[in-house]
């Protein structure tokens, strides 16, 4: 009996432990609304007095005379119009609208500091359309002087331009123009004057290598000459004298006869 008597308390216990029963209190619901930005009416501070209820009176008085300056006070809700939430996301607005400014002049800023960047630099000469198209084939001649030199001459001309220093002439003047090509590319400078140099040392590069021309065609030709007349004195002699002169001799006897010749 008595453990039937227990079981009975014990579900009794366990039934009024998990029982769930919704809460309506319009007091607390009006308290929420009051305390983010729903509602600031006067008429809604409950609990309240009522004379016709003198009941109502204790739970009035324990809730509103106990702070008379919040039920009587200004609306205090932080979301309101002049509220310090709305204020602090206005705030917060006008700083985001500032920053979007700022951050546009930032990016001008830097747009334009890149753009003066690119004008200015060496660093990125090599970038440039108008080098890349024109200018870089142009000069190209300048990265391999020595190649370019005597492209299609005979071994005679180049033997003879060496040893006369005519090839130490132009690869002086070659090295130099390269000299100059390369600084214009280091240099930081406005981008119409860099291509302004480019523009002299290509028209430099084309009359220096026009007067290589000339030279090589003028020494190919009086080799040439002088090895005709080589070999025209040569065949002369042996027709008349029957013998073989070299051209050293052949000069002393022209110079023999001329000292003789004098009066």
């Not at 002049?82 to 930032?106: D, P």
């Given at each position: 009996m008595k453990t039937t008597f227990i079981l009975l308390i014990l579900t009794g216990m366990g039934f009024s432990c998990f029982a769930q029963k919704i809460i309506k209190d319009k007091a607390i619901i009006y308290q929420q609304e009051r305390m983010v930005y729903k509602q600031w009416d006067k008429d809604k501070f409950v609990p309240e007095f009522k004379w016709y209820n003198p009941g109502s009176y204790a739970a009035y008085a324990l809730t509103w005379l106990l702070q008379p300056g919040y039920k009587n006070g200004p609306d205090i809700r932080p979301l309101r119009a002049g509220g310090e939430q709305t204020q602090?996301?206005?705030?917060?607005?006008?700083?985001?609208?500032?920053?979007?400014?700022?951050k546009k002049?930032?990016?001008?800023?830097?747009?334009?500091?890149?753009?003066?960047?690119?004008?200015?630099?060496?660093?990125?000469?090599?970038?440039?359309?108008?080098?890349?198209?024109?200018?870089?084939?142009?000069?190209?001649?300048?990265?391999?002087?020595?190649?370019?030199?005597?492209?299609?001459?005979?071994?005679?001309?180049?033997?003879?331009?060496?040893e006369s220093g005519?090839?130490?002439?132009?690869?002086?003047?070659?090295?130099?123009?390269?000299?100059?090509?390369?600084?214009?590319?280091r240099v930081d400078i406005d981008r119409g004057q860099r291509i302004l140099l480019y523009h002299r040392i290509m028209l430099e590069h084309r009359k220096l290598a026009e007067n290589w021309k000339y030279k090589?065609?003028?020494?190919?030709?009086?080799?040439?000459?002088?090895?005709?007349?080589?070999?025209?004195?040569?065949k002369g002699n042996i027709y008349f004298n029957g013998t073989t002169k070299s051209e050293d001799e052949i000069m002393n006897d022209?110079?023999?006869?001329?000292k003789t010749l004098k009066p």
């Amino acid at each position: 009996m008595k453990t039937t008597f227990i079981l009975l308390i014990l579900t009794g216990m366990g039934f009024s432990c998990f029982a769930q029963k919704i809460i309506k209190d319009k007091a607390i619901i009006y308290q929420q609304e009051r305390m983010v930005y729903k509602q600031w009416d006067k008429d809604k501070f409950v609990p309240e007095f009522k004379w016709y209820n003198p009941g109502s009176y204790a739970a009035y008085a324990l809730t509103w005379l106990l702070q008379p300056g919040y039920k009587n006070g200004p609306d205090i809700r932080p979301l309101r119009a002049g509220g310090e939430q709305t204020q602090r996301l206005a705030l917060a607005a006008a700083m985001q609208v500032s920053s979007n400014f700022y951050k546009k002049e930032a990016d001008t800023l830097r747009n334009t500091a890149l753009a003066e960047f690119y004008n200015y630099s060496g660093t990125v000469s090599a970038t440039d359309p108008l080098y890349n198209l024109y200018y870089k084939k142009e000069l190209a001649p300048l990265d391999n002087i020595e190649a370019n030199a005597f492209k299609n001459v005979p071994a005679n001309v180049v033997l003879y331009m060496a040893e006369s220093g005519a090839y130490n002439w132009y690869f002086t003047e070659m090295n130099s123009l390269r000299e100059r090509f390369e600084n214009a590319k280091r240099v930081d400078i406005d981008r119409g004057q860099r291509i302004l140099l480019y523009h002299r040392i290509m028209l430099e590069h084309r009359k220096l290598a026009e007067n290589w021309k000339y030279k090589l065609a003028m020494s190919e030709m009086m080799l040439a000459y002088k090895e005709k007349m080589k070999n025209k004195i040569e065949k002369g002699n042996i027709y008349f004298n029957g013998t073989t002169k070299s051209e050293d001799e052949i000069m002393n006897d022209i110079l023999k006869n001329r000292k003789t010749l004098k009066p």
